[in-house]
Every structure is written in structure tokens, then in C-alpha cells.
């Protein structure tokens, strides 16, 4: 199947998914999921890994990716624009990683706890919501750079 082009244009979105499938697609959102519970296979351009509790997939702007559930699954998903995450705007507008999974999760206990935050104010306060992204996203970036590939 062909991946199709997604016409989000949303600023922000958190929201927690159940048993997520859903065919290769693309947009100029950032989207970042988080694992909870269960597994989840993601592809994102060429490469697909089975990502686990506590670990996570970053997708850049304009990245083909899917998602299957093949077991139950709970995910966070926060889909944003760039301009969302102001310390990285030129790496997502202008970079693609070389590798778009994280296991850092499974070992640092603030990464689950600042992903259950971003979820709770989600709903309340955008503003809060956003500052835990980006904290997020500070925990995640150094083990991007650090990959040499997946």
C-alpha cells in the first residue's frame, strides 16, 4: 500500500491510544510514541522494530511511518509542530535521524513519569503540556546523537 500525505495542521496534540494500527502516511507534524504497555511494531522509512514498555519512536516531519498492534498495546502519542519544540526547530525542519527508536525509557524512570505528565496537562494546560515535551525531548536527543544507526 502506498503511503498517503496526512493535512494535520495541528500545533499540538497528546492523547493516549489503545491497540494502535494504522497504514504508512506522512506529515509535516513531529510524532513522538511512547510505549506503556504491551509492544508495538513501527516502521518508520525503511526500518521497523517491535518497541517495547518504555520505549519510544521520535518521527520527523515528512518520514513515512506506520504502526501495527499485534498484541494489546497501550501508547502515548503527541503529535506537534516543530515550532513546539523551539531547542530542536532546525534539526526537525532541517534533519532526519539515523535512527528514530529510544530505549532510554526502560532505564531512566523520569522519562515514564514525564510522558504521564505531558498526558495529564494535555487536557488542562497546553502550556504545561509543551514544557514536558520538551524535557522529553532533552531526555531523548543525546541518545539520538549518540546512535550511529538502529
Request: contains cysteine; negative net charge.
Amino acid at each position: 500500500m502506498r503511503p498517503f500525505y496526512e493535512n494535520k495542521q495541528i500545533g499540538f496534540r497528546c492523547f493516549l491510544s489503545k491497540d494502535i494500527t494504522f497504514p504508512a502516511h506522512l506529515h509535516n507534524e513531529v510524532e513522538l510514541i511512547f510505549i506503556r504497555e504491551g509492544v508495538l511494531e513501527v516502521t518508520v522509512s525503511n526500518q521497523t522494530k517491535k518497541i517495547r514498555k518504555g520505549e519510544a519512536a521520535l518521527i520527523f516531519p515528512d518520514m513515512v511511518h506506520s504502526y501495527l498492534a499485534e498484541d494489546s498495546c497501550l501508547a502515548v502519542i503527541c503529535i506537534f509542530a516543530p515550532s513546539h519544540a523551539k531547542e530542536y526547530y532546525q534539526l526537525f525542519r532541517k534533519q532526519q535521524p539515523k535512527c528514530p527508536f529510544f530505549t532510554s525509557g526502560t532505564c531512566n524512570p523520569d522519562i515514564p513519569f514525564a510522558f504521564d505528565r505531558m498526558l495529564h496537562y494535555a487536557e488542562h494546560s497546553r502550556a504545561v503540556s509543551e514544557a514536558w515535551l520538551n524535557l522529553i525531548l532533552a531526555y531523548l536527543m543525546p541518545e539520538a546523537e549518540q546512535t550511529g544507526g538502529c
